[in-house]
Each structure stands twice: as structure tokens, then as C-alpha cells.
């Protein structure tokens, strides 16, 4: 008769801490601390010991809300979505729209024509229903009804 072992392998680590855990997730992109501590609480944190992680954190300067929302926006610029888009992705990550401005400097039509060139090419819309499958693609990246127009008209 074959006895149990109650110590399966993997049971005997010693669980790390919060602080620890955050800091490698922010070792591999920008977080929040919504985001943080959403994702350890997922990994079964207590309230306590989270707060005190991202407090510490946030103290010692390795996370930073305002350089969360201004990666969020600059991934949001680099795969090419419009600024609602973008105004979107920050509320998801509950980052405060004021932290960032968005360069006031970007050209929204020139950006939004670029895209419909690498997705469709140089050719024209040929017919309504062409015309109307570009505006869903431009408007599902966040850009803006008038933007939207002004780039599928030339």
C-alpha cells in the first residue's frame, strides 16, 4: 500500500511578497496603481499588505501615476489610435485624464490618413459601402467623426 506525501512539489515555496510581485510587474511595463492592485489582489493579496507595497512604491518613486498615463498614451499613439481611444484606455486604467496632455501638437487627420493608407492602400473608397467600412475602421481606433471625414474625402 502506497502512502500519500503531503508535500506535493511546488506546495513548499514561500509565497513573495506584495511589494516584490508589484515591483516586477512594473520592471516590464508602466502601471497604475488601480492596475496593481487589481493584479494583486488577483494573486490573493490582502488589502493590507497592498496598500503598504504601493504606498512604498509610489514613496521610493518606482511607480508613478503620471508615468503610467503617459506610457498608455504613447502605446495608444504608437498603434495608431485616434484620441477618444486613447481618453478611453486611461479611464480602463483609471489614470486621471489631467495627468497626461496628449500633444496638442498631433495631426490627427495625417495620422488617420496614414492608417487608411497602410490598411486599404491609395485607392479611393469606390463605393458607399466601401467608404462606410473605412469610417468603422477609423472609428473603432478612437478618431473623431470630422477627422474621420476630412481623411476618407481625399
Known amino acids: ?9 511546488g506546495n513548499d515555496k514561500v509565497p513573495r511578497p506584495a511589494k516584490d510581485v508589484a515591483l516586477g510587474l512594473l520592471a516590464r511595463r508602466e502601471h497604475s496603481l488601480a492596475e496593481l492592485r487589481q493584479k494583486l489582489r488577483q494573486r490573493g493579496y490582502a488589502s493590507e499588505e497592498i496598500d503598504h507595497a504601493l504606498a512604498e512604491l509610489a514613496s521610493d518613486g518606482y511607480q508613478s501615476e503620471k ?3 503617459q506610457a498608455h498614451v504613447d502605446a495608444g499613439l504608437r498603434r495608431g489610435h485616434g ?13 486621471s485624464k489631467a495627468e497626461v496632455m496628449i500633444d496638442p501638437d498631433v495631426d490627427w487627420l495625417q495620422r488617420a490618413r496614414e492608417l487608411l493608407h497602410r490598411k486599404f492602400g491609395n485607392e479611393p473608397p469606390a463605393e458607399a459601402r466601401e467608404y462606410a467600412r473605412r469610417a468603422r475602421f477609423l472609428q473603432a481606433r478612437g478618431y473623431e467623426g470630422d477627422v474621420i471625414r476630412k481623411a476618407l474625402r481625399e
Do not use: E
Open 1 to 9: 500500500m502506497a502512502t500519500t506525501n503531503s508535500r506535493q512539489p
Open 83 to 95: 484620441p477618444q481611444r486613447i481618453r478611453a484606455a486611461l479611464g480602463a486604467a483609471n489614470l
Open 67 to 69: 508615468r503610467a498615463a
